[in-house]
């Protein structure tokens, strides 16, 4: 079993910044890809962004390729999200998640354990 938790959401203005952080505690010594994803009100969840366990292996969604980055910590059992240039349509509950699998990530998959999800707000 995995816990994750999401922190670092908020409000900020268009052309801000924010990092969200996901804490994994449980059976962390198992191989998890991270993935994050969004949902916005009235819109379906999609992926934003994944990293692999082993190599850092990335994928972006295009929306926010060149804005975000995603980068992990497996000493602290950490993933981040930075995300840089937010736009109002960037607005949306973010939520991270884990693939069991030690090789590569794709948002294409079904993933196994979900945070809880954490707001983020772009607006003026």
């Known amino acids: 079993q995995l816990q994750l938790v999401e922190s670092g959401g908020g409000l900020v203005q268009p052309g801000g910044s924010l990092r969200l952080s996901c804490a994994a505690s449980?059976?962390?010594?198992?191989?998890?890809?991270i993935g994050w994803f969004r949902q916005a009100p009235g819109k379906e969840r999609e992926g934003v962004t994944c990293?692999?366990?082993?190599?850092?292996?990335?994928d972006y969604a295009d929306s926010v390729k060149g804005r975000f980055t995603i980068s992990r910590d497996n000493a602290k059992n950490t993933v981040y999200l930075q995300m840089n240039s937010l736009k109002p349509e960037d607005t949306a509950v973010y939520y991270c998640?884990?693939?069991?699998?030690?090789?590569?990530?794709?948002?294409?998959?079904?993933?196994?354990?979900w945070g809880q999800g954490i707001q983020v707000s772009v607006s003026s």
């Open positions: 998640a884990a693939d069991r699998r030690p090789v590569g990530c794709s948002l294409n998959v079904q993933y196994d354990y």
């Open positions: 449980g059976s962390t010594s198992n191989f998890y890809a």
């Open positions: 990293i692999s366990y082993v190599g850092g292996r990335t």
